[in-house]
């Protein structure tokens, strides 16, 4: 997308404005000017607080009571330029990286109107980001859904799953040398504990997992080499 033949091909269409979304790679200077009003970027994070990749998984997985939106000029930096229209919306205690999506698709069209209104004003330069309290969150991968519960809470566990849910591949433990993936956990009102880890049945309810603080509920799991894999009383997950 960088090279010299890609700022012709754009260049020969004579475009206004470049509009990115989901897009993650860093364009170069020369590119950034091809556009005559410039090139604006949706990202679905607070700035600067929530600068870099899969903030909306990051600001539901750090517990927010709200997720930030915002429509940004680009620059050579990353989520670094002016910001031309932001706003919220509240994290609902369920809502799942699905429900974010969702509402941060609805909210998304009316922020480019106005972010395209004001690159053709006076107001054209956006609102210039502050330094202070800025920070970077990298992309997660498959990876970084790894659930260790000695040393995370119940309510991490909860939000981590929430975060990596359908549609995407979910968080996961272990069972012996098995990958479990889990789908659907919910935080009980009583308090569970135990050996973290361990996999516990109440009344006929469960399964229940110990985490570093107390137990979590688990609605839906699957083991990747095991379809009728069941959790059952005394089991232990790394």
């Excluded at 607080?49 to 620059?75: F, H, K, M, T």
């Excluded at 994290?91 to 480019?112: M, S, W």
């Excluded at 469960?206 to 839906?220: F, H, M, N, R």
């Amino acid at each position: 997308m960088n090279s010299p033949s890609s700022g012709d091909c754009l260049r020969a269409y004579r475009p206004d404005v470049f509009l990115l979304a989901g897009y993650r790679s860093i364009l170069n200077a020369q590119l950034l000017q091809v556009p005559l009003l410039g090139t604006l970027n949706l990202h679905a994070g607070g700035l600067p607080q929530y600068r870099g990749g899969s903030p909306l998984n990051w600001q539901l997985i750090n517990g927010e009571g709200s997720a930030g939106l915002s429509v940004l000029r680009v620059d050579t930096g990353i989520d670094t330029g002016p910001i031309m229209a932001e706003t919220t919306f509240p994290i609902g205690i369920r809502d799942t990286i699905a429900d974010l999506h969702r509402k941060a698709n609805e909210r998304f069209p009316a922020l480019v109107e106005i972010a395209l209104a004001k690159l053709l004003s006076k107001d054209s330069g956006g609102q210039v980001q502050r330094e202070i309290g800025a920070q970077y969150w990298h992309q997660r991968s498959d990876a970084d859904g790894y659930l260790d519960f000695a040393r995370m809470t119940a309510a991490q566990v909860d939000r981590t799953v929430r975060a990596t849910t359908h549609p995407l591949s979910g968080a996961f433990t272990f069972h012996n040398n098995d990958k479990v993936r889990l789908f659907g956990t919910e935080v009980p009102a009583f308090c569970l504990r135990g050996v973290p880890g361990r996999v516990c049945w109440i009344n006929h309810k469960g399964p229940y997992i110990v985490c570093s603080d107390k137990a979590v509920l688990v609605t839906e799991y699957q083991a990747e080499t095991q379809p009728d894999f069941r959790l059952s009383q005394g089991q232990r997950l790394k």
